[in-house]
């Protein structure tokens, strides 16, 4: 699942609901290694329809308090400057790719063999 240190500091940004959701999605992604909605929505453990689940999943994606500058992005900042210190080796990547009418570029820290990403897109 997600380390200690990533609940701690989602935590102070999502209510528990929305927590657990942001979870479950992990782990889903985790036992499936798949991306696809309808797939995550045939497995989320929801009492409810799965038409209902894979929009539950849609709108949790889009809520604003996951937006890559006010969640991901301090939790990176937070990552680097709590876990590195100076003189420490850090690997930075950034790429950049088109899909369709979209830009997403995409930046990640390398360290001891996980990574942290964030995507941005731009129409």
């Not at 949790?60 to 680097?80: A, D, N, Q, T, V």
């Not at 979209?102 to 990403?117: D, E, Y």
């Amino acid at each position: 699942m997600l380390p200690l240190f990533y609940l701690d500091y989602l935590k102070t940004y999502l209510p528990d609901s929305e927590l657990l959701t942001l979870q479950i999605l992990v782990w889903l992604l985790q036992a499936h290694r798949q991306v696809r909605i309808e797939r995550l929505a045939s497995s989320f453990p929801y009492p409810i329809k799965c038409e209902s689940r894979r929009k539950k999943i849609q709108r949790f994606l889009i809520i604003p308090r996951l937006s890559l500058s006010l969640l991901w992005f301090p939790l990176i900042k937070k990552i680097i400057s709590t876990q590195f210190s100076q003189g420490d080796r850090l690997i930075i990547t950034i790429d950049r790719t088109q899909w369709k009418a979209n830009n997403i570029s995409m930046a990640s820290v390398i360290w001891k063999k996980r990574t942290a990403c964030a995507e941005v897109s731009s129409a």
